[in-house]
């Protein structure tokens, strides 16, 4: 697809809106907060404690390259009886690459219109019980100009990104395996301080690292047990400079019993964050937290009935219980034809920093939340159709205002404002039509501050994607159509962002046995427009790039 960041891939999903730069990437699950989407990276927990550039935390998606990714999985809607604690609008699940039969190098370039470079390159393999993977990549942009409105030096942000990924898998019997799983991005950037002047450069740093044990005991029963740590570090020119640090123990067992898999959990998690004295004369702050966990799930399909039960108790360690469920039911009441209902709570510890930082307070409660959704799906071959209408009310939401002083900064504090209801209907689906691929998905979205009636903040209440695909001789052309409706900048709904549409188009050609070109121009158009108010979008990019991969 020629897709550069994760984030300009989930933007192409239904029920998914996405913001890509400006002060942080976000992801916005059926309009529920980017903060309340779960990342996870082979199974690892992706998060950060950070205030500074998203609200309370929430995942750094401008920190995982898609160039060592091989796929991506979507959840939507509440999943805390399975994941936990922040999964309250949605999961994204990214695998990286893994090791196949034999010795396979790869290797890719590509140039950008915007003056951006990027080079790939790794080798996987497997062979004797061994399976391995490495990738090394890098990004190197000159940037645009995020903030006309300010007169600022440079003139343009550049960002440099570096990335290295580590895969080693060994196959000790028929029946255990371990894997173990490293990867550390580096982002360097720019970006405009509030009021102008000369840029900021800014450092964030993540480095994952995993251990796992999968043993299969007998015919029917298995287990995974897994340890990890993920370190998330941002610094920059304020100074900002903040540690996120996340240490996990997962030990799972699945039974085969007749006609279903019973699941079964235990689960550690312990959070850590410190923050140095900031450029607004704020003092240093550690926190630290854990919760533990213990989950049970049941599926069974049986005819034309499909279930799923899950339950799960965690206790933090700082706000005691929370019991959440989840339970679906799948009906296929015609051939091809499926109807289907669920049901699923969820919640979000506050962070360290909403607890402890200036504007923070010990007296926040952590947000849950309750989601209802039914629908209908048709397959039928590459024939495919699906209507999906959901409702989510989230309670005890947390926000900051300038108004708040109840904090020892005296403002910008951060409390809980009540309730919001998310409610919306998604319509999508496919279809081969001679020697055309197509594809739709049409979001209507009401993301309402159940409190004040106002709509919740830079959420479209429309948005279509479009895309049609075709080989001609041994090009694959593409072409896009996205629409997105007006927004508000602001929870007051006083600053109006403009509806917009972008076309992009892509090609790509083998060259030989080895070799692949691909070619792609986004915002064919040149459209002007708005993700957050005043920060700037690109213009017409067109990027070419060459992948060689041995056959």
């Not at 984030?7 to 980017?34: C, E």
């Amino acid at each position: 697809m020629g897709a550069g960041t994760i984030t300009d891939l989930l933007n192409r999903l239904p029920g998914v809106q996405t913001i890509t730069g400006a002060d942080a990437a976000r992801v916005y699950i059926r309009g529920a907060d980017s903060r309340m989407t779960a990342l996870y990276v082979d199974g690892v927990r992706v998060d950060t404690q950070d205030g500074a550039v998203r609200l309370g935390g929430g995942a750094p998606w401008e920190l995982l390259s898609l160039s060592q990714i091989e796929r991506v999985e979507v959840l939507r809607g509440p999943a805390s009886a399975v994941y936990g604690s922040n999964a309250m609008g949605g999961v994204v699940q990214s695998f990286t690459r893994r090791g196949e039969a034999g010795i396979q190098p790869y290797a890719s370039f590509g140039v950008s219109s915007t003056t951006t470079r990027k080079l790939t390159s790794g080798l996987s393999g497997s062979g004797q019980g061994w399976d391995y993977s490495l990738g090394l990549g890098i990004e190197d942009s000159d940037g645009i100009n995020t903030r006309p409105d300010l007169s600022h030096n440079p003139s343009t942000e550049a960002y440099t990104q570096r990335n290295v990924n580590f895969h080693l898998g060994r196959q000790l019997s028929g029946l255990h395996r371990v894997d173990t799983h490293m990867m550390d991005s580096q982002l360097d950037s720019r970006y405009v301080p509030w009021n102008g002047g000369n840029d900021y450069q800014a450092k964030a740093h993540l480095n994952l690292a995993s251990l796992k044990w999968r043993a299969r005991w007998s015919e029917t029963y298995s287990t995974d047990l897994s340890v990890s740590q993920t370190r998330i570090a941002n610094r920059d020119d304020m100074p900002n400079d903040y540690v996120t640090t996340l240490q996990g123990v997962l030990f799972e067992n699945r039974v085969r019993l007749a006609g279903g898999v019973l699941t079964a959990a235990l689960e550690e998690k312990a959070d850590a964050f410190q923050a140095q004295a900031d450029g607004n004369a704020n003092p240093a702050f550690n926190g630290k937290r854990s919760q533990n966990a213990s989950a049970l799930g049941y599926g069974i399909q049986s005819g034309f009935h499909a279930l799923q039960f899950n339950v799960r108790q965690d206790r933090d360690s700082l706000f005691g219980s929370f019991q959440t469920g989840a339970a679906s039911y799948g009906y296929a009441f015609v051939p091809r034809w499926r109807a289907t209902f669920s049901f699923g709570s969820a919640f979000r510890a506050p962070t360290l920093e909403q607890l402890y930082s200036q504007y923070g307070s010990t007296q926040l409660q952590p947000e849950t939340n309750r989601s209802l959704e039914t629908g209908v799906q048709y397959a039928q071959g590459t024939e495919k159709f699906k209507a999906v209408v959901y409702r989510n009310e989230v309670n005890n939401m947390i926000t900051s205002a300038q108004s708040e002083t109840g904090c020892l900064a005296g403002g910008f504090c951060y409390y809980n404002v009540g309730r919001a209801v998310i409610q919306g209907i998604t319509f999508s689906g496919s279809q081969q039509w001679g020697a055309y691929a197509l594809r739709g998905a049409y979001d209507l979205l009401d993301p309402r501050d159940d409190i004040s009636g106002r709509d919740l903040s830079l959420r479209a209440r429309q948005m279509i994607n479009l895309g049609v695909d075709r080989y001609v001789a041994q090009w694959r052309l593409g072409a896009e159509f996205k629409g997105v409706g007006q927004r508000f900048n602001n929870a007051a709904n006083s600053e109006l962002l403009p509806a917009y549409s972008l076309f992009n188009v892509v090609m790509t050609r083998p060259l030989g046995r080895d070799w692949k070109i691909v070619a792609r121009a986004d915002n064919l158009a040149n459209t002007k427009y708005q993700q957050v108010l005043n920060y700037a979008t690109p213009g017409r990019t067109v990027f070419v790039g060459l992948n060689w991969q041995p056959r």
